[in-house]
């Protein structure tokens, strides 16, 4: 079992539709949660860092559920710039540092 | 407000040449990384250093050898190319979030 899994996608959606992405890790010592989106041929950017009481950026909503080792991130209104991949990234520590893995990534398309 | 810098950003090279990757951050960040992302592989971790003067292996260092240079740089080396390194090469700083820079295109025929 891969240790970040998401939604294989992808996903194509109408712009102002709401989209949720899902992502399960199996390290139960994992201690940080982020989700990045990645564009065609760029590097991947932090998009937000999701906290065990959730948060929310703009449109943007982050859920972390330690007991099930699940994270979600919610899109509403979705605009035709949301169209990345979005990856799931999980920490933990690590003998020298903390030890990021990242999940394979889910595509999202907003059509118009 | 440079971030995280990497050269070059394109490279095409012959079986068996070598080439350093070059990666530099201003963000006075302890840590460093250095990935590689394949298709349907996800973002893949090659070589870290938790701090200047250190270095340690991640999941896929065979073939590559790295260097801190100090705390602004941190550089990956491919000794003998082969086709199997035909990847995107990124270069990441920071101890909590972290920041990437732009990746290199390599290509090895």
């Known amino acids: 079992r891969k240790e970040v899994e998401q939604d294989p996608g992808p996903f194509n959606v109408p712009e102002g539709a709401t989209v949720a992405f899902n992502c399960t890790y199996s390290?139960?010592?994992?201690?940080?949660f982020f989700w990045y989106r990645q564009d065609c041929r760029k590097e991947p950017k932090l998009l937000m860092s999701v906290y065990s009481s959730g948060n929310e950026d703009g449109r943007f909503t982050a859920q972390l559920n330690r007991a099930s080792q699940y994270i979600s991130l919610l899109i509403r209104d979705s605009k035709l710039s949301d169209s990345a991949t979005y990856l799931c990234?999980?920490?933990?520590?690590?003998?020298?540092?903390?030890?990021?893995?990242f999940g394979p990534g889910t595509r999202l398309s907003v059509l118009p | 407000n440079a971030g995280v810098t990497q050269t070059p950003k394109f490279q095409v090279l012959k079986t068996g040449q070598s080439m350093t990757l070059q990666c530099a951050q201003d963000?006075?960040?302890?840590?460093m990384y250095w990935y590689r992302q394949d298709p349907g592989m996800g973002l893949r971790l090659i070589y870290y250093?938790?701090?200047?003067?250190?270095?340690d292996k991640g999941e896929v260092p065979n073939g590559y050898n790295v260097s801190r240079l100090n705390k602004r740089e941190f550089s990956l080396r491919l000794e003998s190319a082969a086709p199997s390194q035909t990847s995107v090469y990124f270069c990441?700083?920071?101890?909590?979030?972290?920041?990437f820079g732009p990746g290199t295109r390599l290509t090895v025929t």
């Open positions: 990441a700083s920071g101890e909590y979030e972290q920041y």
């Open positions: 250093s938790a701090s200047e003067g250190t270095t």
């Open positions: 963000m006075n960040h302890n840590s």
């Open positions: 990234v999980v920490s933990s520590p690590g003998p020298y540092g903390q030890n990021f893995v």
């Open positions: 390290n139960s010592a994992s201690q940080s």
